[in-house]
T-cell receptor, first 113, second 112 residues
Framework: EPEVTQTPSHQVTQMGQEVILRCVPI?????FYWYRQILGQKVEFLVS????????KSEIFDDQFSVERPDGSNFTLKIRSTKLEDSAMYFC???????????FGPGTRLTVT | GENVEQHPSTLSVQEGDSAVIKCTYS??????FPWYKQELGKRPQLIID?????GEKKDQRIAVTLNKTAKHFSLHITETQPEDSAVYFC???????????FGKGTRLHILP
């Protein structure tokens, strides 16, 4: 069964540094998402992406965040200047056109020190 | 915006007994309600979902009920087993391509 994959599984970075989190969605999916989960809290929506542009973004997704689909397979989340409060698990998800289900990747644990 | 409330935050159930988790949502336009199970350090896994045109759905030991009028939906797990111990999230969304709004989660402990 196809799965969403994410790299790296764990990223440690210093405050102020840029990070790029990578995702490979399921190949025939058209809708892509990033969510984050601060330890012990709920999963929160960050951004959705369709047809090479952002469909919707949350209040969390400020100017420090950006997303890109640089080629036909990867979907990336960039944080330009990380803050301590960006420490969280970041999940990528993708969805197709035949069902409502979103398929989640295994997540990238981002630790900002 | 859409908000999903979930109760209880923690639930301890004797093995073999039933567990019920309840959620409410705020936006009457929501029409798809997935439930996710998340084990420690893992991704949320869809365990069951329900569309707004259905009042109840069952899959083996798991069932979900939906009351659109009251904007309530619930997860029922019968004959609980140790491997049911996890955090369960209810969620809601409006359209196929829409964001998913999650509840705060219920930590379910199955007691031996």
């Amino acid at each position: 069964e196809p799965e969403v994959t994410q790299t790296p599984s764990h990223q440690v970075t210093q405050m102020g540094q840029e990070v790029i989190l990578r995702c490979v969605p399921i190949s025939n999916h058209l809708y892509f998402y990033w969510y984050r989960q601060i330890l012990g809290q709920k999963v929160e929506f960050l951004v959705s992406f369709y047809n090479n542009e952002i469909s919707e973004k949350s209040e969390i997704f400020d100017d420090q965040f950006s997303v890109e689909r640089p080629d036909g397979s990867n979907f990336t989340l960039k944080i330009r200047s990380t803050k301590l409060e960006d420490s969280a698990m970041y999940f990528c998800a993708s969805g197709g056109t035949t069902s409502y289900e979103q398929y989640f990747g295994p997540g990238t644990r981002l630790t900002v020190t | 915006g859409e908000n999903v409330e979930q109760h209880p935050s923690t639930l301890s159930v004797q093995e073999g007994d039933s567990a019920v988790i309840k959620c409410t949502y705020s936006d009457s336009a929501s029409n798809y309600f997935p439930w996710y199970k998340q084990e420690l350090g893992k991704r949320p896994q869809l365990i069951i979902d329900i569309r707004s045109n259905v009042g109840e759905k069952k899959d083996q030991r798991i069932a979900v009920t939906l009351n659109k009028t009251a904007k309530h939906f619930s997860l029922h797990i019968t004959e609980t087993q140790p491997e049911d111990s996890a955090v369960y999230f209810c969620a809601a969304t409006m359209n196929r391509d829409d964001k998913i709004i999650f509840g705060k989660g219920t930590r379910l402990h199955i007691l031996p």
